[in-house]
């Protein structure tokens, strides 16, 4: 099967900056992504877990999307307008996709 | 000083406290005892709509006077002041950064929804009523507080030149942030539909709420000890000074606001309680969006792992005795 080159990149973020971070995205034209929950994990701020947290404070999601290489420089401002300030990771990896139209 | 003594021990030894110190020991004896997430937003939401719903229907029962606005306008003005005595005890107390002492500050200012239900549910045990209407103090006192910490910072020219004022759209999260619509949409229904309201669910919030709130407090214990064990190289003296202190000085201008009001004793109490607690949920969120460079484990150690186990242990029966010592109540 053909396969296309594409881009995925993988922003783990705080929970209060979901809406904002989407938005960020829908702006800079990324046609989808996904979000996932983080279950727990440790940083500068020391270690953290979802399970019993009182409040999304400290609770952290991850963005995930995939798009074509053109359209990777305008994703990536976009979101570092956003997480700039922020505590999170922001990874970029090469991937193959089936259907590249929808990227 | 008997009185005290004697209230604090019998708060002490009642089934939430109890409970919140099993948490407390579970957590730091690494059990694995833990509460669903989704049982615990549950628990939340239901303690929120019961304590809400009462409120309103208390308020139904007994009338709207001027007392409810200056009662609301005296929780606005200790919220945005208390910011200020926090933020100037922080900086002679202990050696952090403007952003960090801020950001903290911001958390005394206002308030804890639990540490006030649990002193609600102590008045209640104790035979005392109170003014329905400081369940809207309390959701009034939520959001003031963070407006005086980024004005705090922005005078001391913002986190590395980022400026720290408030982003759009923020105050907007802040004012609809789910715990206050729902404790302020509950004492609405509750002020519509009075005391016949009440009879139609009094099953459901009012026989069940001790048990859930003692549930909840275990929750409460687990959270708080799992964060004292992994924070717990934060905690230097002059912090866990402040963590004491904080809530006695709020407590002592909460007596004020509470006495020029004219107050009952246990409206008295709970004023007190509002300003003495430190918020744990609303806040922590505001700062994450508007202060990210504060450090989270210091705010969220101190209000939760400090100060709230000392309001809910010896800070509720010091607030009660001193009321009612004052009030003659």
């Not at chain 2, 690494?30 to 929120?48: F, H, I, Q, T, W």
Request: glycine share 12%; aromatic share 6%; with cysteine.
């Amino acid at each position: 099967m053909q396969t296309h080159k594409a881009k995925r990149v993988e922003i783990t973020i705080e929970a209060v900056m979901e809406r904002r971070l989407s938005e960020a995205l829908e702006g800079a034209g990324v046609k989808g992504f996904t979000i996932l929950p983080v279950l727990g994990g440790s940083g500068r701020s020391g270690r953290w877990s979802r399970e019993g947290q009182i409040s999304r404070a400290s609770g952290m999601i991850a963005v995930v999307c995939i798009v074509h290489p053109n359209r990777l420089d305008p994703l990536l401002d976009a979101a570092f307008a956003v997480v700039d300030r922020h505590i999170g990771v922001v990874s970029v990896t090469d991937c193959d996709v089936v259907r590249a139209d929808r990227f | 000083m008997d009185g005290i003594l004697a209230l604090a021990l019998e708060n002490l030894i009642s089934p939430i406290i109890l409970f919140f110190a099993l948490g407390l020991a579970a957590a730091f004896a690494r059990s694995d005892l833990s509460v669903p997430e989704a049982v615990a937003k549950g628990m939340s939401l239901y303690l929120l709509f019961a304590i809400g719903f009462k409120g309103g229907a208390s308020v139904a029962a007994h009338g709207v006077d001027a007392t409810l606005l200056f009662s609301l306008l005296a929780g606005v003005i200790l919220s945005f002041l208390l910011p200020f005595i926090a933020f100037a005890l922080l900086r002679v107390l202990t050696g952090l950064s403007v952003v960090d002492a801020a950001a903290v500050a911001a958390h005394y200012g206002s308030i804890s929804i639990v540490t006030f239900v649990a002193a609600s549910s102590v008045l209640t045990s104790a035979g005392l009523v109170f003014e329905g209407y400081m369940v809207a103090v309390a959701a009034a006192m939520e959001a003031p507080a963070i407006l005086s910490a980024l004005w705090l910072v922005a005078r001391a020219g913002g986190p590395n030149g980022h400026g720290g004022g408030m982003e759009p759209g923020l105050l907007r999260e802040i004012l609809l942030n789910g715990s206050i619509v729902l404790l302020v949409g509950s004492f609405a229904i509750g002020a519509i539909t009075g005391q016949e309201g009440l009879a139609r669910i009094e099953s459901f919030i009012v026989s069940p709420f001790q048990g859930v709130l003692c549930l909840f407090l275990l929750d409460m214990g687990l959270v708080a000890g799992r964060g004292l064990r992994e924070t717990r190289g934060l905690l230097r003296p002059g912090l866990f000074v402040f963590g004491v202190l904080m809530p006695l000085t709020g407590a002592a201008l909460g007596l004020v606001a509470g006495m020029i009001l004219g107050l009952s004793t246990g409206g008295v109490m709970l004023m007190m309680t509002l300003s003495a607690s430190a918020s744990y949920i609303a806040v922590p969120a505001a700062m994450r969006v508007a202060l990210p460079e504060a450090n989270p484990a210091i705010y969220l150690t101190l209000a939760l792992g400090i100060t709230f186990p000392f309001n809910l242990t010896l800070g509720i029966p010091i607030y009660l005795a001193v009321a009612q010592a004052v009030t003659g109540g």
